[in-house]
């Protein structure tokens, strides 16, 4: 079974075409990173995915069609971290972490012991069961990340979207995310897909990639057919030269 | 593209000559240069009437559509005009404040004070909108809302000095009616200023425009150049004020016009938007004239370009552009967060009941304050209790509905004023004050609701587009607002007892409250609680944004339209009692949250005690005040209200 099947998939905005009949299969169980360009369409795709923006074509989440599926359902199924999180002003770590329970106590079920359960060991497993009374925006970027990923495992959905989660951190902290997200999926089965800039980050923490190029799809595949000089050249119009390191993984640099 | 606007120019051509052939034949028109000793009456009716009034209509809409063009260009805000700005109700209050507590201030003429006025009204405006980076939503939420509380001031004084003062009513409408000759040098000149000044300002504008750190880095003095060029918008503005009266939205038509026929540099914008404003002014009066003609001059045609506006504003507001900086429509630093606010609660709780209980006791006699005895307390608790319960439940009502759209749109201007309601409300009692020969107070209230469920319906219709950023509700409301005060300055304009009683309303009262009434709307207040603290879920996450509710599989559009209609009910409901506008509902939310109550039911259930004690306070405040005269309860309110809405603004962010 697929985790998202893809069939000529296009987005139209006024006077623009920014995804143009997009056709792909996206694997289960694995980390898969969206990379491209600026404007190549891969926020575009990533919010198509979490149903946040109507798109022409048709695409099937475990086989059932996105349209298919109940708001709260495709929320049990399905967490979605948009770009810039906003402020969550006044809210605490914990309440923000509860928040993920809302698709399945909905607008007035109880908040029952295993919703105090689950958003526990949501917190525990990111790492944030230390700030759970501190505000939200008190926390530092890394830190405030992580209880965004925590709201996210409290959903306990098989399948994370998450929008550039490391472009406002440094590059501790960037690790920090990203070997999170990947245990998440190794460790606990989940799948994600994540939107990234950096083609090296791509490399080194994901098992796929899709990438896109003006709103064509331009690769997918592993890690290891994305690190080839000629490949990154078409995708980011630029020549590229991809150094070999001690242990043998490859870096790619501007040549 | 200027070809296009010919249809417009034979159209105010034709209205005007038609009026003035109607006046008098060709063969009669009186000779140049005009001379009152040979003419007779006719004819002087046309030469000093008719004839400066056409020419005044397109200097003065030149002149704001040039104001409003400059306004739009340095504060890159395609809604941006000096009403929407709040510039024309600062005049107009200035010069009320004039011709009541210093007319000697007024032998100078009116424009001195206009200016003030207005100048005053945009430095507000401005230095509230520059602590946040002139973020457009915020910047017309603030405008209006100073708009507002002028209007709300200019009606006190209105109603403290009863009938005399209505003559002002009428200004305020922008009548063109003219006597001789000197409106239009005073206009002529003027457009000359601000035509060499915006010759003058249109390159520096141009780099403005790259926004403030490109315009910096090629060395133009920001601050500088605004300041200019605001001050010019305002000369312009205040000058039509003082001669004419508000003239509503010809500066936001102008310039939207001219966008559309094509005009997209500045220097273009800045030439066609004068030439269509004046356009535009001159096919208002001369309709004006033409209904004159039938059934006498009935509304002055400030009122006609108000009833524009409206429209106008819903039509501009998707052209918008929605990308303000995050954080910049923010009003202020982090408040404080209480961990255990139940003591809180029930302490709010316990001084409500306590100050009723000590209100109803004590009050006022001639030469001085009583405590009541048991006897008059039973004889005195049958009247006073109706409204007690009526000023605490509307109290409460309007500061859920604040919580409540706060919370909706993230945004800490949101308040039920903005929303739109209030002003339907006002335009369904106007008109059954005009249609119905002898208007009940079921028929008053029916009316008032009606108004407000249309105007709800108008918002919640722009709500329903998904793609719609939650802020823009304000402007849609805002938009509605807009058209309510043009049919209302309309109405006014007429003059007469309906007008009075029109304009006691939108002042709102409490004394006429009789039990069944209190109790009705207490009842709407607690299950408008009720209905808050069911969606406390839904007001906890989606301050965080559609993007993050869509996520959570929030039914995004269900909680928007629920929970917009269950502000607007609650704010008609109100409205009815307390007018209008009173700033509860935008008070109350945020002292609640500045004391410490973060979580959506302990905010709104804060904001709910904090709402119905701020009404009690004025209620009692407007029966002491004027003692043995009530003064309105809803203006007593927004009177302590206007200054903590100037402070809550003026606070540094951060």
């Known amino acids: 079974m697929n985790l998202f099947s893809i069939t000529d998939l296009t987005v139209d905005v006024p006077g623009r075409r920014l995804l143009h009949g997009l056709t792909l299969d996206l694997p289960p169980g694995q980390m898969i990173a969206l990379i491209g360009h600026n404007g190549s369409g891969k926020s575009t795709l ?142 606990a089965g989940r799948s994600a897909v994540i939107v990234l800039h950096e083609v090296n980050m791509a490399a080194r923490f994901c098992d796929h990639v899709v990438a896109l190029k003006g709103g064509w799809l331009a690769l997918q595949g592993g890690p290891a057919d994305l690190m080839q000089p000629a490949v990154l050249e078409r995708i980011y119009g630029l020549p590229m030269q991809v150094l070999t390191r001690p242990d043998g993984s490859p870096v790619a640099i501007p040549a | 593209m200027t070809a296009r606007l010919l249809p417009l120019a034979l159209l105010a051509a034709a209205l005007w000559l038609w009026a003035a052939l109607h006046l008098l034949p060709l063969a009669q028109w009186p000779a140049w240069p ?89 430095g507000l405006v401005l230095l509230i909108g520059a602590r946040r980076a002139f973020a457009p939503v915020t910047m017309v ?110 500066g936001l038509a102008a310039p939207a016009l001219a966008r559309t026929l094509g005009a997209v540099s500045i220097p273009r914008l800045l030439t066609l938007s004068p030439l269509i404003g004046a356009l535009i002014l001159s096919v208002c009066d001369g309709l004006v004239l033409l209904t004159a003609d039938r059934v006498g001059e009935m509304f002055p045609t400030g009122a006609l370009t108000g009833l524009i506006g409206g429209p106008l504003l819903i039509w501009l507001l998707p052209r918008l552009r929605g990308s303000t900086p995050p954080g910049t429509e923010r009003a202020e630093g982090p408040a404080p967060r209480r961990d255990h606010p139940a003591p809180l609660l029930i302490g709010l709780a316990v001084a409500l009941v306590v100050t009723a209980l000590v209100l109803v006791w004590i009050g006022r006699v001639p030469g001085g304050w009583a405590v009541l005895d048991a006897e008059s ?75 407000g469920a249309v105007a709800l319906v108008l918002v919640a219709a722009f709500v329903s587009r998904r793609d719609m950023p939650a802020e823009r509700v304000l402007l849609a409301g805002i938009a509605v607002s807009a058209l309510a005060s043009g049919v209302l300055s309309a109405a006014m304009a007429v003059g007469d007892t309906r007008s009075f009683q029109i304009l006691a309303w939108l002042s709102g009262s409490s004394s006429a409250v009789t039990m069944p009434g209190a109790l009705a709307l207490a009842a709407v207040a607690a299950t408008l609680w009720a209905g808050a603290l069911t969606a406390r879920r839904w007001l906890a996450v989606l301050p965080l944004g559609a993007g993050v509710a869509g996520g959570l599989g929030l039914p995004l559009r269900l909680a928007r339209m629920a929970l917009i209609a269950l502000a607007g009910v609650a704010t008609g409901a109100a409205t009815v009692l307390v007018g209008p506008l009173s700033f509860v509902g935008l008070m109350a939310p945020h002292m609640a949250r500045r004391l410490g109550l973060a979580r959506p039911g302990d905010h709104v259930t804060g904001a709910a005690l904090i709402g119905a004690g701020l009404m009690l306070a004025a209620d009692f405040g407007a029966r002491m005040a004027g003692f043995p005269y009530e003064l309105p309860l809803g203006l007593f309110a927004s009177l302590i209200g206007a200054p903590w809405l100037i402070w809550l603004m003026m606070r540094p962010q951060r």
């Not at chain 1, 946040?52 to 971290?81: H, K, T």
């Not at chain 1, 605490?92 to 689950?118: C, I, K, Q, S």
């Not at chain 2, 500061?399 to 903005?418: D, F, K, M, W, Y």
């Open chain 1, 46 to 187: 990533l919010k198509v995915l979490a149903r946040q923006i109507p798109a022409s074509g048709s695409v099937a989440f475990e086989n059932r069609a996105l349209s298919d599926w109940r708001a709260r359902d495709y929320a049990r199924r399905l967490a979605f971290l948009p770009q810039h999180p906003p402020a969550a002003e006044g809210m605490t770590v914990r309440e923000l972490v509860a928040l993920g329970r809302y698709p399945w106590h909905g607008a007035l079920g109880r908040f029952g012991p295993d919703d105090h359960a689950t958003v526990a060991r949501a917190m525990e497993e990111c790492g944030v069961s230390l700030f759970a009374g501190r505000l939200v925006d008190t926390l530092s970027g890394g830190e405030r990340q992580r209880a965004w990923l925590a709201m996210t495992v409290a959903q306990q959905a098989g399948t994370l979207l998450l929008d550039e989660p490391i472009s406002a951190l440094d590059i501790a902290h960037q690790v920090e995310v990203l070997a999170l997200v990947r245990r998440m999926c190794h460790e």
């Open chain 2, 377 to 451: 307390f039973a004889a005195f608790l049958p009247m006073r209790l109706p409204r007690l319960i009526a000023a605490c439940s509307a109290g409460a009502a309007l500061a859920i509905a604040g919580a409540i759209l706060q919370r909706l749109t993230a945004n800490p201007l949101a308040s039920p004023e903005v929303l739109g309601v209030s002003g339907g409300a006002a335009m369904g009692y106007a008109g059954v004050v005009y249609l119905a020969a002898a208007p009940t107070a079921v028929a008053l209230t029916a009316g008032s609701m009606a108004g």
């Open chain 2, 34 to 122: 005009l001379d009152p000793a040979r003419m007779d009456i006719p004819q002087i009716l046309l030469g000093f009437g008719l004839m400066p009034r056409g020419i005044v209509a397109l200097l003065a809409g030149a002149v704001l559509g040039l104001s409003g063009a400059i306004l739009q260009v340095v504060l890159r805000n395609p809604v941006a005009d000096p009403t929407t700005l709040g510039i024309s109700a600062g005049a107009q209050l200035a010069l009320v404040t004039a011709t009541i507590m210093a007319p000697s201030l007024l032998e100078g003429g009116r424009w001195p004070v206009a200016m003030a006025g207005a100048g005053m009204a945009a």
């Open chain 2, 141 to 250: 939420i603030a405008g209006m809302l100073a708009g507002m509380t002028a209007g709300a001031a200019a009606t006190a004084m209105t109603l403290a000095q009863g009938e005399y003062l209505l003559s002002l009513v009428i200004w305020n409408g922008g009548s063109l009616v003219q006597q001789d000759w000197s409106g239009v040098r005073a206009l002529a000149a003027v457009l000359a200023f601000g035509m060499v000044a915006a010759a003058l300002l249109a390159r520096p504008l141009r780099v403005l425009s790259l926004g403030i750190q490109g315009a910096q880095g090629l060395g133009v003095n920001v601050a500088t150049v605004r300041l200019l060029a605001v001050g010019v918008a305002v000369i312009l503005a205040a000058a039509v004020s003082a001669e004419l009266g508000l003239i509503a939205f010809v």
